[in-house]
């Protein structure tokens, strides 16, 4: 398996571009009250290059604010620690998608975990769809960050799941042939993203460097983050 984790990343290099203002997708409601004291209401979650683009990507593209409850946060940060804990964080892989981590893999969860697992299975996959066994654990330290990367089409199919423990953080999404595309993505501590077709295919992801994280704007500050991430097989 820690095979598969290293080659589920295809590497790219960082596109520049000049940040342009957020537009909002039209999606839903209610607000997501932060650990960086930032609000955002859901339907500001995902902003990008353009209105249309955003638009295109609805659907693609999902944050859920609020998708775990502070119990279940603390339950999973239970039953993660203790194995994390006693990894070291790697920096210095120059070649890595990821920079400042420690990760691992989990298949069998206590009553209040395998009940977020399912609500999240139930809400990213289609019923049936076969998922990569063991769910994917990746905790960045507080310098850590995920370098613009696709996951690999060999291994992982067409939807990933993640949720976000201990930080708000961005995840930016850029067109790998159209690197002038992008979306940024807030994503709150609790919350679950999902990315799905091509948003996952034809555009790289990554998480931002505490340093260059903003959204819209402001300042994200970012801490460590555990993401706990499922995964689809390919068909
Ligand atoms: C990865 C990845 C995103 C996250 O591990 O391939 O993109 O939310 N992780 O940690
Ligand atoms: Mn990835």
Request: proline share 4%; hydrophobic share 35%; charged share 30%.
């Amino acid at each position: 398996m820690r095979l598969l984790i290293t080659v589920a990343r295809r590497i790219h290099k960082r596109h520049l571009y000049t940040p342009t203002s957020c537009l909002s997708s039209a999606a839903s409601c209610s607000g997501a009250a932060t650990n960086s004291g930032l609000q955002f209401r859901d339907d500001q979650l995902v902003c990008g290059s353009t209105g249309e683009l955003v638009q295109r990507l609805r659907g693609q593209v999902e944050v859920r604010t609020e998708f775990i409850s502070q119990e279940e946060e603390g339950a999973l940060m239970k039953e993660l620690e203790p194995g994390l804990r006693k990894k070291r964080y790697e920096f210095d892989h120059w070649d890595d998608a990821i920079h400042g981590y420690r990760e691992t893999e989990r298949a069998q969860w206590g009553a209040v975990c395998e009940g977020v697992m399912d609500r999240l299975r139930a809400v990213a996959f289609s019923e049936g769809s076969p998922l990569l066994g063991p769910v994917h654990v990746l905790d960045l330290d507080k310098a850590g960050y995920i370098k613009p990367h696709i996951d690999s089409v060999k291994f992982c199919g067409s939807t990933i799941a993640g949720l976000s423990l201990l930080s708000d953080s961005v995840m930016r999404l850029v067109r790998e042939d159209e690197p002038a595309e992008w979306l940024n993505l807030f994503l709150p501590r609790r919350s679950l993203y999902i990315l799905r077709d091509q948003a996952r295919y034809k555009f790289t992801h990554e998480i931002l460097k505490d340093d260059e994280s903003l959204f819209s704007g402001q300042r994200v500050p970012r801490h460590r983050r555990i993401s706990v991430i499922c995964r689809n097989l390919p068909v």
